[in-house]
């Protein structure tokens, strides 16, 4: 059993909260994958609706603008401020948290449906997670998630940063499990019936390879600690990451696009 050490969990995602702050231009492309996460999970009018690490908030307007009444939960403030912001313009009212998807400020059975996009999957523990938000889900009731694939694209550049990266605190888990079925499926357990996977495609536009590395860079999480960590200490070392990195995003790369696969859960708390 994987001892767990509180302090460097509690550092850990502070780094994380810090880390996402200049996500806010990727939500350009996560807002089309949005609807079609708010679709596979059916959600209907009138339906309490979470949305775990809610990020820019794509998901939750989404969701409210169905009619749902929706609340959004992440752990950083910056992504917080623009996901009130979209609201606001959507003309919607959602009840905005910010918080960590370990711990989550609902009370249990709250929820018809529970979602996340590419968010709950940084939770360093996903047996607490898991627990969490099936904790908040009534009984009936569905929880849906995009995540990415760790064989594919995002997964495989989550395998290379976190290669040039010191390794995370004991008991941390790596995002691109939770794009594995057989993983999803043995971490819901018993808790759930009628799990069902689909998968679709994220577009995004870039030049080429090296563009597409650069805005990555200037916005994602892992890239950004990366950069801040190698570009005094050890430069050589940046630049053979950055060569990878180009020649990893070329295999997916064609006519200015990169298709980015992801996987689709969903079940029905039993």
Not at 140 to 164: D, K, M
Not at 231 to 243: I, K, V
């Amino acid at each position: 059993m994987t001892v767990v050490d509180l302090q460097a969990l509690d550092a850990f995602k502070a780094t994380q909260k810090q880390g996402w702050a200049h996500f806010t231009p990727v939500e350009a492309f996560t807002t089309q994958p949005a609807a079609r996460l708010v679709r596979f999970a059916g959600v209907r009018s009138g339906q309490r609706v979470l949305d775990v690490g809610c990020g820019t908030g794509v998901v939750a307007v989404t969701a409210a603008l169905q009619g749902a009444r929706v609340a959004g939960l992440d752990l950083t403030p910056e992504l917080l401020e623009r996901a009130r912001e979209n609201g606001r313009v959507g003309g919607v009212e959602i009840d905005w948290h910010e918080g960590d998807a370990e711990q989550l400020p609902f009370d249990d059975s709250e929820f018809d449906v529970v979602l996340s996009q590419f968010g709950h999957m940084f939770a360093p523990r996903p047996d607490v997670a898991t627990a969490e938000m099936l904790r908040v889900l009534k009984r009936g009731g569905t929880i849906t998630f995009s995540t990415w694939p760790p064989e594919l694209l995002i997964g495989r550049f989550f395998t290379l940063v976190s290669s040039n990266l010191p390794p995370p605190p004991p008991g941390v888990s790596p995002p691109p499990q939770w794009g594995d079925p057989s993983i999803v499926r043995e971490r819901l357990g018993a808790g759930v019936k009628g799990l069902t996977f689909e998968r679709d495609i994220m577009v995004f536009p870039t030049l080429s390879p090296s563009h597409h590395r650069e805005f990555m860079e200037r916005t994602v999480g892992p890239m950004l600690k990366l950069v801040a960590t190698l570009e005094g200490s050890d430069p050589a070392r940046l630049e053979a990451f950055r060569r990878d990195y180009e020649k990893l995003a070329a295999e997916y790369f064609e006519a200015n696009t990169l298709r980015q696969s992801y996987l689709m859960t969903r079940a029905i708390k039993v």
